[in-house]
């Protein structure tokens, strides 16, 4: 019973807990889609990646060491050949042999030497062992050093990469929490022009039940009134829709309850005359800081090409011991092992490569060409990014200004016409019309918002400011 009892009490404590409600800023909801979105993951495992092959390189300069062992069962010991008289008497032996011979009268009998003759040898035994280690350590590698150089260049720019995917998260999370603020916006302006509708109604249907309007009047306010209800169950499931969106950008699940703490006012006010006199700052830009690291990766392929002419010099060390047997009793205590021991260095030189060298090297040249031309052009769209982003956000200040002067003109002309309408002077159809105005300037109003909000981080994004 106690455990049935905790068990319940869990599981509302997680049901209570999976329905606790989050609250983030702007700021907050741009560091959780860092610290979750999957291509800023994967930006940041590239840069692990690249640091762990820095460290690989530089390992292969160390000193190495390398064991062995080796069993050999000969099924046919090998055969050694050598002339038949290669292992005769020496011939001042011969001569002397021949001498006793001669004077003893015994003879020697011995055959004639064949020039051509062939003696076969055996030599070793059937099976053999071999264990030992050998030691080596780089002395010089032009190579080895320019590559290090080159893998530190690609690990710089796998951190810069990381840092352009995390600019880009940042963007991509404003203009979706953007979006998300100006759809309750519009859904709140739609609710209270129902609000005011809705009086107009009830009070066009009190003057039609006394006798002071005509039926049309009311079918006319009730037509609007449908056309907006329809608007605002539209935007309310817009406002959802767009609220997904931002927990799918930020890497939320999309179960969960998520409440926005800035507001649209909170978000658009800001120093606009300093962000558009920020000068523009290259070197802090993402991409031309990742294509630098790219020239000079080329820088250093060209330099490496020139290396691999020069000589490489190893040091080694080799310590072997060697045991024959005709039986397997390799250990047994009785057989003896015999060690083999040497140390050594080791030069090459390419000496002679035809012209493969001297092709290498242009073509590690043409490389860099390439590179820097990317680099230029990578330059040229980042200076006109800004001034397009400037100029985009300094239009959005003035339209926003404008649309907002219109939707205030457009409010007046309504409650004009409301008064007009409730003293006879005005029809339904003329105070359907100013509704439909309004709502009309309210909507270009709240896009205005939303294209400002969005120049303003692509301007940021522009100067580097994520």
């Known amino acids: 019973m106690k455990l049935f009892t905790t068990a319940v009490m869990l599981l509302f404590a997680t049901g209570a807990q999976s329905q606790e409600v989050l609250r983030m800023s702007l700021e907050q909801a741009q560091q959780y889609a860092i610290d979750n979105a999957f291509n800023v993951r994967s930006a940041q495992l590239d840069a692990a990646k690249a640091e762990r092959e820095v460290k690989e390189t530089l390992s292969a300069g160390l000193p190495q060491v390398n064991g062995t062992l080796e069993y050999n069962n000969f099924i046919d010991i090998p055969v050694q050949v050598a002339p038949a008289d290669a292992f005769g008497f020496p011939d001042y032996l011969t001569q002397f042999l021949a001498g006793v011979a001669q004077e003893t009268g015994v003879p020697l009998n011995a055959p004639a030497p064949d020039p051509d003759g062939l003696q076969e040898f055996q030599f070793g035994n059937e099976q053999t062992v071999t264990a030992g280690f050998t030691a080596s350590q780089l002395i010089f590698d032009g190579s080895f050093f320019i590559g290090l150089q080159a893998q530190k260049a690609y690990a710089e720019a796998m951190r810069v990469g990381v840092r352009k995917s995390e600019a880009e998260t940042r963007q991509q999370v404003a203009e979706a929490y953007h979006m998300v603020l100006i759809s309750q916006e519009n859904v709140t302006i739609l609710k209270d022009s129902r609000g005011v509708l809705e009086n107009s109604l009830e009070e066009t249907r009190a003057l039609y039940e006394n006798g002071f309007a005509e039926a049309q009047d009311v079918d006319q306010l009730e037509l609007s009134l449908a056309d907006l209800d329809s608007r605002i169950k539209y935007a309310e499931q817009q406002e959802e829709v767009t609220l997904d969106m931002l927990k799918f950008q930020i890497g939320l699940d999309l179960s969960a309850e998520l409440e926005l703490t800035d507001t649209v006012d ?185 294209q400002l909000l969005n120049a303003r981080t692509r301007l940021n994004k522009a100067l580097n400011n994520f």
């Open 266 to 450: 909170s978000l658009v006010k800001g120093d606009e005359v300093a962000l558009l006199s920020a000068p523009l700052n290259l070197d802090a830009n993402p991409e031309v800081m990742m294509q630098q690291n790219y020239v000079r990766l080329a820088e250093l392929g060209i330099k490496n090409e020139k290396a691999r002419r020069l000589p490489s010099i190893n040091a080694f060390y080799t310590y072997q011991q060697n045991a024959q047997r005709n039986e397997f009793s390799f250990f047994d205590g009785g057989g003896r092992w015999f060690p083999i021991q040497l140390w050594g260095v080791q030069l090459n030189w390419p000496i002679f490569g035809s012209s493969m060298g001297y092709q290498r090297i242009e073509k590690a040249k043409v490389d860099l060409e390439k590179a820097e031309a990317a680099l230029q052009q990578i330059e040229q769209g980042a200076r006109l990014e800004y001034r397009s982003a400037k100029i985009d956000f300094d239009n959005a200040l003035e339209q926003r200004s404008i649309q907002q002067r219109n939707m205030a003109l457009a409010e007046r002309i309504y409650n004009t016409t409301q008064v007009k309408y409730n003293e006879g002077m005005s029809s339904s159809f003329e105070l359907s019309q100013a509704q439909n105005q309004m709502l009309t300037t309210q909507g270009n109003y709240i896009n205005a918002t939303l």
